[in-house]
């Protein structure tokens, strides 16, 4: 797979909150780990546009200016309150990018969130 940044869509099987496997959708690469080991902060990205938590997700629409570059295929919902570390070893893919406005501000909403609570 080519080189990964931050602000990409890449597709695996997104843990379960229990561990068990996930199914394949879509995941934003937030930031990697300073481990060298190829770990990544990823969320989840949902097209199920219910499950957003305002104030916290953000849901990205087909009218959006970023949307046709993020290779989704209906609006969906950025998921900042799902969160994962996992190695890009298991990354199928990467399908899009948002933009690096979108990624700056949903980066400052989580900082926010996490400081918050």
């Known amino acids: 797979m080519a ?11 997104f843990p379960q909150t229990d561990l068990a496997p996930g199914k394949l959708r879509p995941a934003l690469l937030l930031a990697p780990l300073p481990s060298g080991r190829n770990d990544w902060l990823v969320c989840m990205i949902s097209s199920q546009l219910t499950q957003a938590v305002a104030g916290i997700d953000e849901v990205i629409s087909t009218n959006d200016t970023d949307f046709a570059q993020s290779g989704l295929k209906t ?14 070893s298991i990354f199928f ?6 933009s690096a406005t979108r ?10 969130w996490v400081e918050s609570s």
Request: proline share 0%.
């Open 103 to 112: 990624l700056s501000g949903l980066k400052k909403r989580l900082a926010r």
């Open 93 to 98: 893919g990467v399908v899009g990018e948002i």
């Open 75 to 88: 609006a969906s919902v950025i998921r900042l309150t799902r969160l994962a570390v996992v190695s890009d």
């Open 3 to 13: 080189v990964k940044k931050s602000g990409q869509l890449v597709l695996f099987r």
